[in-house]
């Protein structure tokens, strides 16, 4: 790698990978892809096989685009690739004995298929984490309670461990429990809470409930990741809002752990772009789209010991900002965080829809409260099997409100901001199922 990496104003309080200049961050990328390939080429049991039929050698990789020669891997491979006589699958590149975690997929649309790490890989881990801990002003002196689950799930452990390199005291306290959740807030003061935005606007709902003020509370920062809504603008501003601290997005997946982080500007999470390669695809056509298009990210690990994975689909829709950030920090930003999962967009008379869309609305209207579901049952489709609308429910948060006027307002808003029409459902406050995971927004009927 040349020398000259550093942006001479960078801030003292960066790592200094994460202020790079775009070239000699690509360059890096580069040897770092070439060397993992290599070693997939002898020691993957997926991949070296893969690389022969396609009579292809890592001597071809002369530049990132070059990367493009290769096929996506899906969950689909993966999961194929375990059995009953490799229940670990043929993507660990490490001796079993030198694997020291193992995390495994939720089983929603597969049995549960594992993911691994080294000693190493932990450790990289970890420091990631503290990372974007430390560009959220996180660190010595602040009390972090960790309300991500921590039974199978793949979240709450690498934040206790990036927290506590950061120099915070570090609470496991997991998503169960609500009053043990508002009274240790309460009695120890919390300073930074960490959970998916749908459990942090419950427990503020709970916390109003028992007569408390959260925005009275010691939390200063809340940490968001687990589902899209922590980048979404109403969403993040009525969570500020409601606690009185500032709100920051987290992204990331059990097969890369952790790929993006908030800074203090908010302006998008940060890519870890030392740790992946990333590349933003059309979802139908497979290449790259520009900076600002929207599109599926598909990321390659650059350095990861077990079970690294090339050109992975992770399904999930961003637009990349690959400009420096104003906190001094030259990785590309995910403007939005994640839009949504490209399996969860809906297609509206040729109009797409995600979620995050409805989101940003629903919580931008007063009299609504926070959860909201997206309805796919047989009155949104057409005689020819196309969507012709959305149908949505919501609640309203004071029982004397008229619902007909809230569901009129919400559709002209929906009609108005993304072209589509609507049914909308008003309930009564408290109807819809709360979560203390990752709450379901699109229900099908």
């Not at 070296?48 to 071809?60: D, K």
Request: with cysteine; aromatic share 8%; hydrophobic share 40%.
């Amino acid at each position: 790698m040349r020398s000259g990496a550093l942006i001479a104003a960078a801030p003292l309080h960066l790592d200094p990978v994460e202020s790079w200049d775009r070239a000699t961050l690509e360059e890096f990328q580069l040897a770092k892809l070439r060397v993992q390939l290599a070693r997939l080429a002898q020691d993957s049991a997926h991949y070296a096989p893969l690389f022969r039929r396609l009579g292809w050698n890592v001597g071809e990789l002369r530049s990132l685009a070059d990367l493009s020669r290769l096929p996506f891997t899906h969950k689909s491979d993966y999961v194929g690739s375990i059995g009953a006589q490799t229940p670990f699958g043929k993507f660990m590149t490490v001796p079993q004995s030198d694997v020291r975690r193992m995390h495994f997929s939720s089983g929603t649309t597969t049995a549960p298929t594992p993911q691994f790490w080294t000693e190493r890989d932990l450790d990289r881990w970890a420091g990631l984490y503290a990372r974007h801990a430390h560009a959220q002003g996180i660190g010595a002196g602040d009390i972090v309670q960790c309300m991500f689950t921590y039974t199978w799930f793949v979240g709450g452990l690498g934040a206790t461990a990036g927290y506590q390199r950061a120099g915070a005291m570090v609470i496991p306290a997991g998503s169960q429990d609500t009053e043990r959740q508002i009274n240790t807030i309460f009695t120890y003061g919390t300073t930074v809470l960490c959970g998916t935005p749908s459990f942090i606007t419950h427990l503020a709902e709970e916390v109003s409930k028992r007569g408390l003020d959260p925005a009275a509370s010691t939390v200063r920062g809340i940490m968001m990741g687990g589902e899209p809504g922590a980048s979404i603008p109403a969403t993040r501003r009525r969570i500020e809002a409601l606690w009185g601290a500032r709100a920051y997005d987290a992204y990331g997946c059990l097969e890369f752990q952790p790929i993006a982080g908030d800074c203090e500007a908010q302006a998008g999470p940060h890519l870890a772009e030392d740790f992946a390669y990333a590349e933003i695809v059309d979802a139908d056509t497979g290449r790259a789209v520009p900076d600002g298009t929207p599109g599926v990210l598909v990321l390659t690990h650059l350095d990861k010991q077990a079970g690294p994975l090339v050109r992975w689909w992770t399904g999930d829709v961003v637009v990349r900002d690959s400009t420096p950030c104003s906190c001094g920090r030259t990785h590309a930003r995910l403007v939005g965080g994640v839009r949504g999962r490209a399996d969860d967009m809906l297609v509206v008379r040729g109009v797409n829809v995600f979620p995050s869309a409805i989101e940003e609305l629903v919580r931008k209207t007063a009299g609504l409260g926070d959860e909201y579901q997206l309805v796919i049952d047989a009155s949104v489709f057409d005689a020819a099997g196309f969507m012709k609308s959305i149908h949505l429910r919501v609640e309203q948060t004071e029982p004397s409100a008229e619902a007909e006027k809230l569901a009129a307002q919400l559709t002209q808003d929906i009609k108005q901001r993304l072209q589509v029409g609507a049914h909308v459902e008003v309930l009564p406050f408290g109807t819809l199922t709360r979560s203390t995971h990752k709450a379901r927004r699109v229900v099908r009927e």
